[in-house]
């Protein structure tokens, strides 16, 4: 090679070894920046979960403050005194909690999937995975295409493959079913 030609290449190999360290310190900039904005964005999460579970926590110690304030303003109405309006609206409020509970309990019965799927891909593949190696040529050499139907006798097997191939060949292809 020529001299101008070595010069033109040894500056291309240090111009791609500066793009290669300038491309890594990008990489590792963008990759401590995310890091911290990660970082912070937990930090107010955890702040406004705590703040959350702090107005939650009044919410909850205020609430029994309403039924009573309602019976003290339906004193006397409909001829029941304090005492009573306090057990109807203690009664209205335990009748709302059950059946809040319970038509939440029933709806997410309904939604809730629990894996649903996979465990029906997993019973699947066991049951593929029993057959086929269930399925071996007499003399234990490797079992037979696990694709395969599952046939119950080798000599079924022998006596049935030509009918196969042969329904095969006059409907098409197997996989359209």
């Known amino acids: 090679m ?7 290449w040894r500056r291309l190999v240090r111009h791609w070894a500066d793009l290669g360290l300038e491309v890594r310190s990008a990489v590792r900039l963008r990759w401590r920046l995310a890091a911290a904005e990660l970082r912070a964005d937990a930090a107010v999460l955890r702040r406004a979960a705590v703040l959350a579970a702090l107005a939650l926590t009044i919410a909850a110690a205020s609430l029994p403050l309403l039924p009573v304030a309602a019976a003290e303003l339906l004193d006397g109405r409909l001829g029941w005194n304090r005492t009573v309006w306090l057990l109807v609206l203690a009664g209205a409020g335990l ?65 049935a493959a030509p009918r196969a191939v042969a329904a095969e060949q006059r409907s098409g292809d197997p996989s359209d079913e």
Do not use: Y
């Not at 020529?2 to 033109?8: N, V």
């Not at 038509?103 to 049951?127: C, P």
């Open 2 to 8: 020529s001299e101008q030609t070595t010069s033109t």
């Open 95 to 159: 009748v709302a909690a059950v059946l809040l509970a319970l038509g939440t309990w029933m709806r997410t019965r309904r939604a809730l999937v629990a894996l649903k799927q996979t465990r029906e891909e997993l019973a699947e593949d066991l049951i593929w995975l029993g057959e086929w190696l269930g399925r071996g040529d007499d003399d234990g050499n490797e079992p037979s295409d696990p694709t395969a139907e599952p046939l119950a006798d080798s000599r079924e097997t022998a006596a």
